[in-house]
């Protein structure tokens, strides 16, 4: 746990050094738009639509944020989840010219294909100096398209955690491990001791490329990520297969995957998390800070039986992937954009932020408000993002690659779960997926 | 297809239960095997749906836990939590919405198709036989091929997302087999009753409603359950053409598969709310029931 | 109330008896034809929006691309044909026709066969049936339940371990395995474990083991005895780690148990000269054994796994799994059309051939079948077009990792479209490539239908 600590709390210092944040003090106190005259209610009567992926418990804690602010608004905000597959279920409604009000996109790679679609509508000055007040360049930038900004970061996430049990840990008597031959030995003597040291979630082909991507972020660097991420080298590339070579080291033996590399393809996120804090059946997770959320739900305690460790170097790089959800207005009414800006200040960032499974993107919420000591740490690293952190690949990629069930890189990632001898074959068959998704 | 319906019509319930054909043979392999193979068939038949009550009773926790068949041991796990959550979600809303589609669809349905049926049956127009095996023709025509066409149409006239746009079609695609059903049965009403009629001066929507339309009851009442149950049930056109404030029951349980072990409290009663009024409906009216779907054996 | 659908006796309230009504045809002194078309025009405008029409246009649209601005002829046709995921598809969909209509008509024979020898069949029937009211969403979502893996959640698996279980049981340590590296004095071998080394009697065989899960570990297990009583090939066979991972490996630590229970052979030339079990503190001995150097392994049945069922959702079986369900909805349906039908055939004919000296089963294949075949076929038509549009069993039932491995042409089609893949040019392609599929059975229709009209 210190070494997180400290791990992070470099990170911070690194990004903050390079980012050229603006270092403005918050000029206007929150929701200035929304809370014009006291009492009054300008929303009052107003519908707004939302739609985002979220379904159970994130779903609870973003209707409650919702919830504020009709209580503040009186505006009547009716929320409504995409499912998993957020191009699937906006396409055919932007296409039948019946958006919501607002859609909360889980990838920049949807922002440019919206935009391009013309499906977005540009922010209302307002909305972008909430945003210039509170957050990053960076983060202004991942919320643009072709120069133009229609999206506020209205969640992040660290996508370079492992999670562990902490009792199975003890039990093998090993320490979480800084690099990947650590992890592998440790791994090993988890298994030796009786326990399947991984529990993947095979099912949801993202959390297998963000495994990927922190492994080559971390052995490939920075560099040769951002030209991955735009395929300007080929999949085909050895620094791929170095990566996957890597991920195989873990995935290959039968005692290192919990049920077994086919049984691991039919667990889903989050029930993958639940095998190893519920069900005490594995050790560790490779997945985000958002796995607090099951965490919680399973009866143990971030911090204590459920522990961290940042992902572990694979080459010269600490690798830090971090993933957000975009809020963008597909329509253009004074409701919609009220509710962008709530979102994106620093009340709205507050509110959700006191409940369990959430970072905010907003730098000026303020850590204390985290109801952990991890995240309140993990915010710290997330709000400095610079040049030492890259944003999650997959989610960049056109959705078609990156984010689409049972096609594109999740498809060839599970099937390399499958069979992870096979690095060859990933390679091409990811290749001549990128090809028709980047054509 | 006529000639199925017409034989099956004849022994749905009144040959089933009776002594029959093969009763000798079977009588040589021993009435209590054939028994014992019945019953293990029927519970075959009988318990998922059992275990799918029971899952929607228990918690998340308990079902992630064990299986639904440890009830037996441990009744007390059972709870109506689970539905009491669901109904505080929004399920209520798209309880409402599978009604507000179903109801105005079938009613649709059976007017428009009895009209078209009466015109098919009872009058004479030229090209009439050509049209009516064109309606046969389109009986199966899956409606993958109108998804495309019909979400841009939508598109423009605006109606997409709304309540009337998922009813409309419906009714569209239920029209050729409730044209079908029908016009075959109102050509058995006895020509002599519309004669007298005609010959009376009677105008034609008035025979329609006074006459066809009660003498068609019958079939009308088969097509109107299965109707019923088809739109109740569907699930494609919902994913396509309704929104959040639209969408029935089957696309906002759709929607929490994703997560299937940690939704599965929503999930499975959610599922099983859905399927309580189909199932009340097939036992108070199974008897038309079974000759819609027999005589839907086209679709 | 009578249950004819379009039979000759139209129910007629009044009482009047009613004689087939002449055919239509010939009787018309109906109204003008203008008067038709009001009555078939609200039906005509419906069919020609939401049907007719969307099959022209999606023909249209078929032969261009995504965005649907470029004219790309028959490319999508081609991409139907070369793509990889859409040829799993068209494979998936011939697996569909080839075996569900077969399975769901035999056994909707049967079941019809069978309930007319039981006094409860309307109830039989009921049940049966009863999944035809339940949408496809519900069903899948009992199937889900149904096919999980783990035997202590999913029903198909713990039926099926129940019945293995019965037959043969599999006490053993699935997990063990010897530790990995040159410096354990065992190794895999045979899918057992043997000592690299020959064995001699007075120098005690230790066989340390790893991996073993907590519940896999027999309660009765002891700390386990390095060195056992002299006399004999002796051994211990243990679990070497030590909670906290303080131990050396290879040595039998303090707080290290024994595998009791465990099968030891010892080797000779190939041959097993002697067996023996191990204690609870994890020692073996073989008695009366002749001095010399021999392997000692442990066989194979010390390490079968216990059954835990078929893995249904998994790629290899996730297919006939969905079938399966399939099978559950509509075998209800071919059920009670072949047994309405059976009930339709004239005895005389059947006891005529009896008298004849026919068997049973001569009488069943020689008239019943016969005599039963349109209905069996329109079953069995029924079905194809069913299977053909299979769509929402696969999309509820199959894992998302699954998908690609159990889809079919009328999911991909809407996943192309709608379900991200973004692409309307490919998706009409599917559409009407999915029409032309049915397009035989309609033609059939027709022509029955004409046939019959006459």
Redo the contacts between chains.
């Keep these: 746990m210190r070494k997180t600590a400290i791990v992070l709390a470099g990170l911070a210092v690194a990004a903050s050094a390079c980012g050229n944040a603006p270092t403005t003090t918050p000029t206007q106190p929150a929701g200035t738009a929304a809370a014009t005259s006291g009492g009054a209610k300008p929303l009052q009567g107003q519908k707004i639509?939302v739609?985002a992926k979220w379904?159970?418990d994130e779903e609870k804690s973003f209707r409650q944020v919702l919830k504020a602010f009709s209580d503040k608004t009186g505006a009547e905000v009716?929320y409504?989840?995409?499912?998993?597959?957020t191009?699937?279920?906006l396409?055919?409604?932007i296409?039948?010219?019946?958006p919501?009000d607002i859609a909360i996109l889980p990838q920049p790679g949807l922002v440019q294909q919206y935009a391009d679609e013309k499906a977005l509508k540009p922010l209302t000055p307002e909305v972008i100096s909430q945003i210039d007040t509170n957050y990053t360049p960076y983060w202004k930038e991942l919320g643009s398209a072709d120069g133009q900004v229609y999206g506020v970061m209205v969640k992040a996430a660290h996508k370079s955690l492992v999670w562990y049990r902490t009792a199975t840990f003890?039990?093998?008597?090993?320490q979480p491990p800084t690099n990947w031959d650590e992890l592998v030995k440790a791994a090993?003597?988890i298994?030796?001791?009786?326990?399947a040291p991984f529990s993947f979630c095979?099912?949801?082909?993202w959390t297998l490329t963000d495994l990927f991507e922190n492994v080559y972020l971390s052995s490939a660097g920075p560099e040769n990520y951002d030209k991955l991420s735009k395929h300007e080298i080929p999949w085909t590339d050895p620094s791929v297969a170095t990566a996957l070579e890597k991920m195989a080291q873990i995935m290959t033996k039968k005692?290192f995957v919990l049920?077994g590399n086919?049984?691991a393809?039919?667990t889903?996120?989050?029930?993958c998390v639940?095998k190893v804090y519920?069900?005490k059946k594995a050790a560790m997770i490779i997945e985000a800070d958002f796995v607090a959320t099951?965490v919680a739900q399973s009866g143990e305690k971030v911090g204590e039986g459920a522990k961290t460790f940042p992902f572990p170097k694979v080459g010269e790089t600490s690798p830090v992937v971090l993933g957000g959800d975009i809020a963008v207005a597909l329509k253009d009414t004074p409701g919609a954009m009220a509710l962008l800006e709530f979102l994106g200040s620093k009340e709205g960032g507050e509110i959700w932020a006191k409940l369990p499974g959430y970072l905010s993107p907003n730098k000026n919420v303020s850590p204390d408000n985290y109801p952990d000591e991890l995240t309140k740490q993990l915010g710290q690293t997330i709000v400095s993002a610079g040049d030492a952190v890259r944003y999650d690949m997959s989610d960049l990629a056109p959705?078609?690659f990156g984010?689409?069930?049972?096609?594109g890189e999740w498809?060839v990632l599970?099937d390399f779960l499958?069979d992870p001898t096979d690095v060859k074959g990933a390679q091409t068959k990811l290749e001549e997926e990128a090809k028709k998704a980047w054509k | 297809m006529a000639t199925a319906t017409a034989t099956v019509e004849r022994g749905v319930h009144a040959g089933a239960p009776k002594r029959g054909l093969l009763s000798r043979g079977v009588d040589k392999l021993g009435g209590g095997a054939v028994q014992v193979v019945m019953i293990l068939i029927g519970l075959f038949w009988l318990v998922p749906t059992l275990g799918l009550l029971v899952v929607s009773m228990r918690s998340v926790?308990v079902n992630?836990?064990e299986g639904w068949w440890t009830i037996f041991t441990k009744p007390a796990e059972l709870t109506l939590a689970n539905y009491s959550n669901l109904l505080a979600t929004?399920f209520t809303a798209s309880f409402w919405n599978t009604i507000a589609i179903t109801v105005p669809t079938t009613i649709l349905v059976i007017g428009i198709a009895a009209m078209a049926a009466y015109a098919f049956a009872w009058m004479d127009f030229p090209g009439r036989d050509l049209l009516f095996l064109i309606v046969v023709g389109l009986l199966i025509v899956p409606i993958q091929v109108a998804l495309i066409p019909m979400?841009?149409f939508?598109?423009?006239t605006?109606m997409?997302?709304?309540i009337p746009s998922v009813v409309l079609f419906h009714v569209a695609f239920g029209l050729p087999f409730a044209i079908f059903l029908l016009r075959n049965f109102f050509v058995g009403i006895p020509a002599s009753l519309l004669e007298a009629a005609r010959m009376d001066g009677a105008p034609e929507w008035k025979i329609f409603a006074s006459i066809v339309f009660p003498l068609g009851k019958p079939a009308i009442a088969s097509l109107g359950i299965f109707q019923f149950l088809w739109v109740w049930n569907d699930m494609l056109i919902a994913l396509?053409?309704a929104?959040?404030?639209s969408q029935p029951m089957t696309k906002a349980l759709?929607?929490?598969?994703?997560?299937?072990?940690?939704?599965i409290d929503i999930l499975s009663s959610g599922a099983f709310l859905s399927l309580i009024i189909p199932l009340i409906l097939f036992f108070a009216f199974q008897r038309y029931f079974v000759q819609g779907m027999m005589a839907g054996s086209v679709k | 109330m009578t249950e004819r659908l379009d039979g000759p006796q139209a129910p007629s309230q009044d009482g009047a008896p009613s004689p087939r009504a002449d055919t239509p045809k010939k009787f018309r002194l109906g109204p003008s034809p203008a008067i038709a078309i009001v009555f078939l025009l609200p039906a005509a405008i419906l069919l020609g929006i939401w049907v007719v029409y969307p099959i022209v246009y999606s023909i249209f649209r078929s032969l261009f691309d995504a965005s649907g601005s470029v004219f790309v002829g028959v490319e999508n046709f081609t991409t139907i044909f070369t793509d990889r995921?859409t040829l799993v598809t068209i494979r998936n969909n011939l697996i569909w026709v080839i075996v569900a209509p077969i399975l769901v008509t035999v056994l909707g024979l049967l079941f019809a066969v069978l309930t007319e020898r039981i006094k409860w069949s309307t109830a039989f029937k009921l049940i049966v049936f009863m999944p035809m009211a339940v949408s496809l969403m519900a069903a899948g979502v009992i199937f889900r339940l149904v096919y999980e893996?783990d035997p202590d959640k999913g029903l198909a698996n713990a039926v099926l371990t129940t019945v293995n279980d019965t037959f043969s049981s599999s006490q053993g340590y699935p997990?063990a395995?010897p530790?990995?590296g040159d410096a354990s004095p065992v190794a895999a071998k045979d899918g057992g474990v043997a000592t690299k080394q020959p064995a001699q009697a007075g120098q005690p065989v230790l066989i340390p083991l790893?991996?073993?899960?907590?519940n896999t570990?027999p309660t009765n297990a002891a700390p386990a005895l390095a060195n056992p009583p002299p006399g004999g090939l002796s051994g211990t066979v243990w679990?070497d780690?030590?909670?906290?991972?303080?131990g050396t490996s290879g040595a039998v630590d303090p707080q290290e148990k024994g595998l009791p229970g465990m099968t030891v052979e010892a080797v000779k030339d190939g041959q097993v000269a002697a067996t023996t079990t191990t204690a609870a503190n994890g020692t073996f001995r073989f008695d009366g054994l002749a001095a010399g150097s021999y392997e000692v392994r442990l066989p194979q049945t010390n390490f079968t796994a216990p059954y835990r069922g078929l893995?249904w959702?998994?790629?290899a079986l996730i297919t006939p799994a969905i079938i399966g369900a399939f099978i559950w909805v509509w075998a209800g349906f071919a059920m009670v059309l072949i047994s309405a039908g059976l009930a339709a055939i004239p005895r005389d004919s059947l006891e005529a051939a009896r008298i004849d000296g026919a068997t049973e089963w001569q009488v069943f294949r020689k008239i019943t079948i016969p005599l039963l075949s349109p209905v069996l076929l329109v079953v069995f038509v029924t079905m194809i077009i069913n299977t053909l549009k299979v769509f929402d069993l696969v999309f509820i039932i199959a894992?998302?990792?699954?998908?690609?491995q159990s889809?079919v042409i009328a999911l991909e089609m809407w996943?192309v479209s709608?379900?991200?893949?973004?692409n309307q040019g490919l998706g009409s392609a599917l559409a009407v490539f999915l029409l032309i599929l049915v397009l035989p059975f309609m033609i059939m229709n027709v022509r029955r239908f004409r046939r019959e009209e006459r």
């Design positions: 639509e739609a379904t159970s009716t409504a989840s995409t499912g998993e597959d191009g699937a279920y396409g055919p409604r296409k039948g010219g019946s919501p003890e039990e093998a008597g090993v090993q003597t298994a030796d001791s009786g326990t095979g099912a949801s082909g005692e049920d086919s049984g393809l039919q889903q996120f989050p029930d639940t519920d069900q099951p959705s078609a984010a689409t069930d049972g096609k498809k599970q499958r | 926790a992630n836990a929004g979400a841009s939508y598109g423009g605006g997409f997302g709304s396509v053409f929104n959040p404030d759709q929607s929490q598969m994703r997560q299937f072990g940690n939704n | 995921g893996q997990d395995r530790r990995e790893v991996g073993i899960k907590a570990m679990f780690f030590t909670p906290g991972g303080q893995n959702l998994g790629e894992p998302a990792s699954v998908q690609p889809n996943r709608f379900g991200g893949g973004n």
